[in-house]
């Protein structure tokens, strides 16, 4: 069997290990992380131009099954391998991990995308710990009566905004290391995707009494959904038999 997945987060990776031995595993990466750490199997780098172009992949490398395992705000990729499967009769699998809930003693402020949290953020707060990723750096360009830190791991490409300090740093956080970052910048909030996995920033976020402007995820494709790499691996061990 060859395993078609769809990569760029720490899910995809470990998956990649798992299936790896067990089936012809190639990972596909976008190509935005000039260092990305490498998963186990076949790797191939760069987008396959569009629906017809990943059409012509599946038909041209024998894939078997694709398993999604792309970020929760990749929706692009997501929507495309959705419609490339389904016309070509391919079994997909979408590997997302679930999105964070709030809990008491959180302020969060839900908006639906960066220009919405760009349009509440002046009323939550003046110095800004921005986690979205440095495309999401553009939207708060135009915020010129606020700072901002910036943690990405690669640097911001566009437009900026004025006052802006860039952290490069790659996960995983620590509540004590993110408390500390937030303390010692004078942070009073935070705006982050809502990505799920490691809530670091978000218990940091509550217990210095900072609110949160979560954007939440786009509408994944109607695709049969496993939260887990071992829930993954078992759904492709049913193709298999
Ligand atoms: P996107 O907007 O959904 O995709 C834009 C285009 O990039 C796609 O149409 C596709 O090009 C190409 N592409 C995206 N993911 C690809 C993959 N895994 N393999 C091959 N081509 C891919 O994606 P994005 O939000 O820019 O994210 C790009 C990558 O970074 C994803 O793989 C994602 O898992 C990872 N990532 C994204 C975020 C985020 O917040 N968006 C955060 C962490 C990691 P073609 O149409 O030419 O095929």
Redesign the pocket.
């Known amino acids: 069997m060859k395993v078609l997945l769809?990569?760029?987060?720490t899910e995809?990776r470990r998956l990649a290990g798992m299936i790896d031995g067990e089936a012809d595993v190639v990972?596909?990466?976008?190509?935005?992380?000039t260092e990305p750490l490498r998963p186990a199997g076949e790797v191939?780098?760069?987008?396959?131009?569009?629906?017809d172009?990943?059409v012509r992949y599946l038909r041209d490398e024998r894939i078997d099954a694709v398993v999604d395992?792309?970020?929760?705000?990749?929706?692009?990729?997501?929507?495309?391998a959705a419609v490339a499967c389904g016309a070509s009769g391919v079994p997909l699998l979408i590997l997302q991990r679930p999105g964070w809930t709030a809990v008491p003693g959180d302020d969060w402020h839900r908006v639906a995308s960066l220009p919405e949290a760009a349009g509440r953020l002046p009323r939550l707060g003046r110095r800004v710990f921005l986690t979205?990723?440095r495309?999401?750096i553009a939207h708060f360009a135009a915020l010129d009566d606020c700072w901002f830190l910036a943690r990405s791991?690669e640097p911001p490409a566009g437009t900026v905004p004025r006052h802006l300090e860039v952290l490069l740093d790659r996960g995983p956080f620590t509540v004590p290391a993110e408390r500390d970052l937030i303390t010692r910048h004078r942070v009073d909030v935070l705006v982050t995707?809502d990505?799920g996995g490691s809530d670091a920033k978000l218990v940091a976020a509550r217990e210095l009494g900072i609110p949160v402007l979560m954007v939440n995820r786009p509408p994944a494709p109607d695709a049969t959904t496993v939260s887990t790499a071992d829930a993954a691996l078992s759904w492709l061990r049913t193709l298999g038999r």
């Open positions: 769809l990569g760029g987060t995809a990972t596909s990466l976008a190509g935005r992380t191939r780098v760069g987008g396959f131009g569009g629906v172009g990943l395992a792309t970020h929760p705000f990749a929706a692009t990729i997501s929507g495309n979205t990723g495309q999401g791991v995707k990505s």
